[in-house]
């Protein structure tokens, strides 16, 4: 399968250095994640908020990015299909 979505894809810089929800409650994240449309910073499904999969139902945004150093992978939330962003 194919990610249709990538049109939707802007030239974003994070907004934050961090998740947005986890440093305005003081909560701990695993790994950040990078939505590709409005440049949400987000923490991963195995952290504790699971803000980036919040931002998503809440805003429909499909695809987000690792923001990890040394990652390249994106992900399509609708499609549910992995991207190479390098």
Do not use: Y
């Amino acid at each position: 399968m194919q990610c249709k979505h990538l049109g939707q894809m802007r030239d974003v810089s994070a907004n934050t250095k961090g998740c947005e929800e986890c440093l305005k409650i003081g909560q701990e994240w695993v790994h950040l994640r990078l939505c590709m449309e409005c440049g949400h910073v987000g923490c991963c499904d195995s952290s504790i908020g699971k803000h980036a999969t919040k931002h998503f139902h809440g805003t429909k945004h499909a695809i987000m990015r690792s923001i990890e150093p040394g990652e390249t992978w994106g992900w399509c939330f609708i499609d549910g299909v992995m991207l190479d962003m390098q």
